[in-house]
């Protein structure tokens, strides 16, 4: 089965500290995203990649920015991390390329807390 | 872009009962729709979607039905379960938000034995 892996379950950081999250999928999967999920609003998409070193703003990308280096391997960066950004983070991939199976696999979510 | 709205936000039905879900999407062109599923303090899962080219789509105790015309879809759960007690989520994927999904704002379903 796919395995999307984040490297934090639960993580602290102070105001204005920068702030990394990583993000591993074990299928070869070529798209890889990143949602914040906070109550009552659902799933809101930050940033997405469709293929290494690509990168495309989601619906709420300020405060963020992401990298992807490898194909396996998608950055989450809070450059100056603020309070309104604690917040639950998932990261997913997919691949489009298989039988048009668009299913997103989800990693299990970072709960980030900004102080 | 696409905006998409989930009603209601909290669902509670007795065992057994059906439990339905509506969602309404705003892009016309969108073709593409999932529902997820997120058990507490677990990861989002797919458990049905459906293509603009279906009206309906069934698997066993779900089932996801699809107005085009409307632009609304609906996910219909019967004979529930206690373990079907969980956030639900509906998406679609349409033209205006460069065919990334954007996601509803959830419902919670309490199925109460």
């Known amino acids: 089965d796919v395995k999307v892996t984040q490297s934090s379950r639960y993580l602290v950081k102070r105001t204005g500290e920068k702030v990394f999250l990583e993000c591993v999928q074990d299928m070869d999967h070529e798209n890889m995203f990143w949602y914040r999920q906070d109550p009552g609003l659902g799933l809101r998409l930050i940033y997405f990649s469709y293929d290494v070193k690509m990168k495309e703003k989601g619906d709420i990308p300020e405060g963020y920015s992401v990298s992807r280096e490898k194909k396996e391997r998608f950055s989450l960066i809070l450059e100056s991390a603020s309070t309104n950004q604690t917040s639950m983070y998932l990261c997913?991939?997919?691949?489009?390329?298989?039988?048009?199976?668009?299913?997103?696999?989800f990693g299990s979510g970072t709960q980030l807390s900004v102080l | 872009g696409e905006n998409v709205e989930q009603h209601p936000s909290t669902l509670s039905v007795q065992e057994g009962d059906s439990a339905v879900i509506k969602c309404t999407y705003s892009?016309?062109?969108?073709?593409?729709f999932p529902w997820y599923k997120q058990e507490l303090g677990k990861r989002p899962q797919l458990i049905i979607d459906?293509?603009?080219?279906?009206g309906e789509k069934k698997d066993q105790r779900i089932a996801v039905t699809l107005n085009k015309t409307a632009k609304h879809f609906s996910l219909h759960i019967t004979e529930t379960q206690p373990e079907d007690s969980a956030v639900y989520f509906c998406?679609?994927?349409?033209?205006?938000?460069?065919?990334?999904?954007?996601f509803g704002k959830g419902t919670l379903l309490t199925v109460n034995p």
């Open positions: 997913a991939s997919n691949s489009l390329d298989r039988g048009f199976n668009e299913k997103l696999f």
């Open positions: 892009d016309s062109a969108s073709n593409y």
């Open positions: 998406a679609a994927r349409g033209k205006s938000s460069n065919y990334k999904l954007t």
């Open positions: 459906i293509r603009s080219n279906v």
